[in-house]
């Protein structure tokens, strides 16, 4: 599921689980995607406007990011 600029995401929760935050104020953040940011063929950096002024990152590389909505990097199955 490729990230693009518009996309409401949030972090996945594989990554949320990997660094054990899945009940932090990290798994509740939700954003919209602004810029999508090619470092190399491996690494892209996607630009985040967080909701209601959660303090996260703004960079976050898109391997750790989820669509909001029903699928498996967002919802735990």
């Known amino acids: ?3 693009q600029i518009g ?3 949030a972090y996945s929760v594989q990554f949320l689980k990997s660094i054990g935050m899945s009940h932090s104020e990290m798994a509740r ?3 919209v995607v ?7 063929s491996q690494t892209v950096l996607a630009r985040i406007e967080w909701a209601n ?25």
Request: glycine fraction near 8%; charged fraction near 25%; include cysteine.
């Open 1 to 3: 599921m490729k990230v």
């Open 7 to 9: 996309d409401r995401v």
């Open 29 to 31: 953040a939700r954003g």
């Open 34 to 40: 602004t810029e999508i940011k090619p470092l190399s």
């Open 53 to 77: 002024g959660a303090d996260m990152p703004d960079r976050v590389h898109v391997a750790n990011l989820a669509k909001v909505g029903a699928n498996s990097r967002f919802c735990a199955v």
